[in-house]
């Protein structure tokens, strides 16, 4: 446990981001169930760079989303961009001076700011699938939904554009060419520009606040514990290299 900790400290979150202007050209590229009139009878599979999105999609996207939901090719497209661009941070980290006027220690930002968009968005997406699966006999039907909700409602992290609205008018910029033609897009839009409103009023921002919420407690309890670690034992960055190696190679193997 403490030596997954260790790797995930030395392999955090990346500062790279991609200008808004940029962002419609992830949606370009030719993704193949995105044609179901023509391969309709085969079984696709899509193998990505991070062993934990292959791991999402076989246990939460592949036995759930049948390959004619028009859910699919856009989950499929967010785990490519998460994939591919997802080591930014999850969230904007706190503003470091006003933590010393405040005379304050390290803000909750600052930590969520450690924490990958990518681990982060799967993470909400497995606690927010598991919600509806207990709450809905029929949870299907709105599994695509919602998956997209939870993996797009932070993607506009990517992009270091200052805009109106923040993250969620960016994040529902980039998810606009995929969705236009959903029926129901604008529950979509709806949930990620209103989960962290104080008067939620669909069903669909709720489970997004709460799959949030969930999601960044974890990670703040995990924080916490680690980072007494830290503190109290000296760090041989070389010692902890050498020991990872060996371990990656055995789970590559």
């Not at 830290?230 to 290299?241: A, C, F, N």
Request: net charge neutral; with cysteine.
């Amino acid at each position: 446990m403490l030596l997954k900790a260790i790797k995930r400290r030395l392999h955090r979150p990346r500062e790279r981001e991609i200008p808004l202007e940029r962002l419609a050209r992830l949606w370009i590229e030719d993704d193949p169930e995105a044609m179901p009139n023509q391969r309709s009878n085969q079984k696709l599979t899509r193998t990505w760079t991070n062993k934990d999105i292959n791991s999402f999609y076989s246990q939460y996207v592949e036995p759930v989303l049948p390959p004619s939901d028009p859910a699919r090719p856009t989950v499929q497209r967010l785990l490519t961009i998460l994939d591919e661009h997802g080591d930014c941070p999850s969230a904007i980290p706190a503003s470091e001076s006003l933590a010393r006027v405040m005379h304050e220690g390290p803000k909750e930002e600052h930590i969520f700011a450690e924490i990958s968009l990518r681990e982060y968005a799967l993470e909400v997406a497995r606690i927010a699938l598991d919600m509806i699966r207990k709450g809905h006999s029929d949870y299907e039907m709105i599994a695509g939904k919602i998956l997209i909700i939870a993996l797009g409602h932070q993607i506009g992290m990517i992009s270091d554009a200052d805009i109106f609205g923040g993250v969620s008018s960016k994040s529902v910029l980039v998810l606009d060419p995929v969705i236009q033609d959903l029926s129901y897009r604008e529950s979509i839009v709806n949930a990620i520009r209103t989960f962290r409103s104080n008067h939620l009023k669909t069903a669909e921002a709720k489970i997004l606040r709460a799959a949030s919420s969930a999601a960044r407690k974890n990670e703040y309890e995990r924080t916490k514990v680690f980072s007494k670690v830290w503190r109290q034992s000296p760090v041989d960055i070389g010692k902890i290299k050498a020991a990872i190696e060996p371990e990656a190679n055995r789970e590559e193997a």
